[in-house]
Nanobody, 121 residues
Framework: VQLQASGGGLVQAGGSLRLSCAASERTFSTYAMGWFRQAPGKEREFVVS????????YYADSVKGRFTISRDNAKNTVYLQMNSLKPEDTAVYYC???????????????WGQGTLVTVSS
């Protein structure tokens, strides 16, 4: 599945951004989706995942309570609402798709090209 992420940009600390990830596949609704991020000089890390139905989500502790993932299967799109942003959230954000959450969280599956989020202090 091909993924196209968008919505990144520059925001002040405490601000909000919403990322979108559009998928090319008509079978999008069968995929678990998620977001990872990679900060400068650091390894890529898991941020959040959502099951194909949207009924279950899992967040990294670092974003819990601030970020919200959602999906619209009719639009083949997954969203990441990011509130109360911190400078340490600065990273390239990648969306990912996999047949199961366990596969996705292991870093396997399909990846989008990434969108840069910069949070200034």
């Amino acid at each position: 599945v091909q993924l196209q992420a968008s919505g990144g940009g520059l925001v002040q600390a405490g601000g909000s951004l919403r990322l979108s990830c559009a998928a090319s596949e008509r079978t999008f609704s069968t995929y678990a989706m998620g977001w990872f991020r990679q900060a400068p000089g650091k390894e890529r890390e898991f941020v959040v995942s959502i099951t194909w139905s949207g009924s279950n989500t899992y967040y990294a502790d670092s974003v819990k309570g601030r970020f919200t993932i959602s999906r619209d299967n009719a639009k083949n799109t997954v969203y990441l609402q990011m509130n109360s942003l911190k400078p340490e959230d600065t990273a390239v954000y990648y969306c990912a798709a996999a047949p199961a959450v366990s596969v996705l969280r292991n870093g396997l599956g399909s990846w989008g090209q990434g969108t840069l989020v910069t949070v200034s202090s």
